[in-house]
């Protein structure tokens, strides 16, 4: 079945940096395009960057771009988002998606917490 794994979320100061991990299990990874979510405090989840099945095009939200790059490494089945310049606002719980077949997969989340 697919799995998504996503690691690396934390405590950051304003300005700092952080780079998300996800793992993918039970799908041919390099044949999907892939997507990060975010989900702030009373928020709705919001998309944050997206990867093309070959890494070759990418796509960002405005409120990340020049800041996050997102990256994927098909042969270790695992997209990356590293993001800097970490605002208060980039507060969330990060997610990895999948559609494939129609269906959608989530993995189970990564809190990333901007504070000072």
């Known amino acids: 079945q697919v799995q998504l794994v996503e690691s690396g979320g934390g405590l950051v100061q304003p300005g700092g940096s952080l780079r998300l991990s996800c793992v993918a299990s039970?799908?041919?990874?390099?044949?999907?395009?892939l997507t990060w979510y975010r989900q702030g405090p009373g928020k709705e989840r919001e998309l944050v960057a997206d990867i093309s099945s070959d890494g070759s095009i990418t796509n960002y939200a405005d409120s990340v771009k020049g800041r996050y790059t997102i990256s994927r490494d098909n042969a270790k089945n695992s997209l990356y988002l590293q993001m800097n310049s970490l605002k208060p606002e980039d507060t969330a719980v990060y997610y990895c998606?999948?559609?494939?077949?129609?269906?959608?997969?989530w993995g189970q989340g990564t809190q990333v917490t901007v504070s000072s």
């Open positions: 039970g799908f041919t990874f390099s044949s999907y395009l």
């Open positions: 998606f999948v559609r494939r077949l129609g269906t959608l997969y």
